[in-house]
């Protein structure tokens, strides 16, 4: 009978002690699961301050497609929005590939003219080879108030006497100043002179135009006139008729001189020469002297003869030229112009007829081709 009491009391306990572990179990439980629902705070390294997680879990992210910078959570700075129209206002967005690169044109022409030649020469001039230049102005003494179809300059305190000493100092400090930012190659040109300007551009693209350059046609001066013209004996200047050529780098060098040896170095009227002996006694540079210069930069001492011998139009030299002076006629600048024009037409007849030929060999390939896939 004991041993029955033991054995049923043994029973009752394993069966309360695992009722219990249920309970327990149980209780467990649901004290996770209610911990995991509960509000908590979580410290955020960033800022130190409290922060509701299930109030941010509430509250759901909007998305902003907009260009926006978001502000750090759990601090007071705003979002920094970053507006196109707002940038485009602070930022001058170039219109052209040329002014994004700082590109220049290739050249400036300033024509060495007088009010008497403007509907003359200098109109002949505007008419013929001035159009294929990039910008062409010409440099006369109007009378104040006045005005020409041509786009003249008239400088302060600058007449058209001749020879245009006065005038062609002023002249280069006006390119400097208005265009050295716009151009790589000045010109000095007199209105009686004709410069192929297409050739021109080809010619000077070889050379690099911050260099400090000074081409032209050699000058040294008559062997009668040398004691008036004072000249070194290692010094040449271009000649002004056939055109002068100063590269960039040259006239921001040499604009600093040019009133000083208006004043302190002229020694003669010549203004080509006097141009040259400031180049050379500031900048010690010289004009170009090789031969060829004398045939690009073509001097005609003729007078106008050698163009009237028909065999000159067939030289190969002739067609080489890239200035060509003087035509104190503007019927010999037009002619002269229409010999150059019927001669690019040629040019480019001889072109046209090799594309054709290209192209009709290009058309038999593709014609085979298609007879024999």
Excluded at 54 to 71: F, G, I
Excluded at 321 to 330: A, D, R, V
Aim: glycine residues 4%.
């Amino acid at each position: 009978m004991r041993a029955r009491c033991r054995t049923l009391g043994r029973d009752i306990l394993l069966v309360v002690l695992g009722f219990v572990s249920c309970l327990v179990l149980i209780h467990s439980f649901y004290a996770v699961k209610n911990s995991d629902c509960a509000p908590q705070k979580v410290v955020r390294e960033s800022s130190h301050e409290s922060v509701d997680v299930s109030k941010e879990n509430k509250e759901p992210l909007k998305e902003d497609l907009s260009p926006t910078v978001k502000a750090t959570i759990g601090t007071t700075q705003e979002p920094v929005r970053l507006s196109t129209a707002s940038i485009s206002k602070k930022v001058k967005r170039p219109k052209y590939v040329k002014d994004e690169f700082h590109l220049r044109d290739p050249i400036f022409v300033g024509v060495v003219t007088a009010v008497d030649f403007l509907d003359s020469r200098a109109m002949a001039v505007n008419n013929t080879w001035a159009k294929n230049a990039p910008k062409v102005e010409y440099f006369a003494a109007l009378e104040p108030g006045k005005t020409h179809s041509l786009p003249v300059i008239s400088l302060p305190g600058v007449d058209d006497t001749y020879p245009p000493q006065k005038k062609v100092y002023r002249m280069l400090r006006y390119m400097h100043d208005n265009y050295i930012d716009k151009y790589n190659w000045f010109m000095r040109a007199d209105d009686d002179a004709y410069v192929r300007i297409p050739r021109l551009i080809e010619f000077l693209s070889q050379f690099d135009p911050s260099a400090e350059l000074y081409i032209g046609s050699p000058g040294f001066g008559r062997e009668n006139d040398l004691e008036r013209i004072k000249l070194f004996q290692h010094e040449h200047y271009c000649m002004g008729g056939p055109g002068v050529i100063f590269s960039r780098g040259l006239l921001i060098k040499l604009v600093p001189h040019l009133e000083e040896c208006l004043k302190n170095v002229v020694v003669s009227w010549n203004e080509d020469l006097e141009v040259g002996r400031c180049i050379s006694r500031r900048l010690n540079i010289q004009c170009t002297w090789a031969h060829e210069m004398r045939n690009l930069f073509y001097m005609d001492y003729t007078k106008g003869a050698v163009f009237k011998n028909p065999a000159i139009y067939r030289d190969k030299t002739f067609a080489s030229l890239l200035t060509i002076h003087p035509f104190k006629s503007t019927d010999m600048m037009y002619r002269i112009h229409q010999f150059f024009l019927e001669l690019e037409l040629k040019k480019l007849d001889k072109e046209r007829k090799q594309i054709s030929k290209d192209l009709e060999n290009v058309q038999r390939v593709t014609e085979r081709k298609k007879a024999f896939p």
